[in-house]
Nanobody, 121 residues
Framework: QVQLVESGGGLVQPGGSLRLSCTASGLTFSTYTMSWYRQAPGKERGLVARISSAGSSTNYADSVKGRFTISRDNARNTVYLQMNSLKPEDTAVYYC??????????????WGQGTQVTVSS
């Protein structure tokens, strides 16, 4: 069975930093695109950052560019989200997502359970 487990969330002051981790099991991690999404109360879930299977390309939501960095360590089956200069608007539940598309363009998609990030003074 596939599992994605996020960790590293918590309470941090505005301007502070936090690093989230997502460790995967039950899949061939190095073949999956990994993403971070977030969902604040009353709002829809949105993409924060994405990294390709080999880590060669990334993209970010405009709201986090220059502040957040996504990275991965395929040897440890882990994707990270380094969050700097945090703002109250970053408060949300952060979710890890893995997706894979085969040669027939069939997509496999898995989600973690989420970890809470609260930015407040």
């Amino acid at each position: 069975q596939v599992q994605l487990v996020e960790s590293g969330g918590g309470l941090v002051q505005p301007g502070g930093s936090l690093r989230l981790s997502c460790t995967a099991s039950g899949l061939t991690f190095s073949t999956y695109t990994m993403s971070w999404y977030r969902q604040a109360p009353g709002k829809e879930r949105g993409l924060v950052a994405r990294i390709s299977s080999a880590g060669s390309s990334t993209n970010y939501a405009d709201s986090v560019k220059g502040r957040f960095t996504i990275s991965r360590d395929n040897a440890r089956n882990t994707v990270y989200l380094q969050m700097n200069s945090l703002k109250p608007e970053d408060t949300a539940v952060y979710y890890c997502k893995a997706d894979f598309s085969d040669w027939w363009h069939r997509t496999l998609e898995y989600w973690g359970q989420g970890t809470q990030v609260t930015v407040s003074s």
